[in-house]
Nanobody
Framework: QVQLVESGGGLVQPGGSLRLSCAAS????????MNWYRQAPGKERELVAG????????NYADSVKGRFTISRDNAKNTLYLQMNSLKPEDTGVYIC???????????WGQGTQVTVSS
C-alpha cells in the first residue's frame, strides 16, 4: 500500500529551524513529483514547495522563498523540507504529496504539525 509518512515537526521559536522528512513507500518514488503543502485552521491549503522527480526543478511559495529548501533522496525514497528563519505565519500542518500527471497518481500523507511561537 502507498504510504507517505511525515516527521520532524514540532514547536520552535521564531528565527529557528526545522527539517521535515517524508518517507515514501508503495509506489515508484523516483517517477513522482513531490510537494509540501501547509494547512492551518481557517485557511486554504497552500502549496509551499515542489520538486520534480529527478530534482532538477524546484518551486516555492513567495512567502517561504529564500528560507525553505525542498530536496529529495531518491535512493532513500525520502523527501525533505529544510525550514530556516521560521516565522509565526509558518505555523500549520505540513503535508507531503506525491503527484504524477500520467499515469496519474495523487497521494497524501497525514501531516506533521509545525508551531512557531515564542
Amino acid at each position: 500500500q502507498v504510504q507517505l509518512v511525515e516527521s520532524g515537526g514540532g514547536l520552535v521559536q521564531p528565527g529557528g529551524s526545522l527539517r521535515l522528512s517524508c518517507a515514501a513507500s508503495g509506489f515508484t518514488f523516483s517517477s513522482s513529483a513531490m510537494n509540501w503543502y501547509r494547512q492551518a485552521p481557517g485557511k486554504e491549503r497552500e502549496l509551499v514547495a515542489g520538486i520534480t522527480s529527478v530534482g532538477r526543478t524546484t518551486n516555492y511559495a513567495d512567502s517561504v522563498k529564500g528560507r525553505f529548501t525542498i530536496s529529495r533522496d531518491n535512493a532513500k525514497n525520502t523527501l525533505y523540507l529544510q525550514m530556516n528563519s521560521l516565522k509565526p505565519e509558518d505555523t500549520g500542518v505540513y503535508i507531503c504529496n506525491a503527484f504524477r500527471l500520467w499515469p496519474r497518481h495523487d497521494y497524501w500523507g497525514q501531516g506533521t504539525q509545525v508551531t512557531v511561537s515564542s
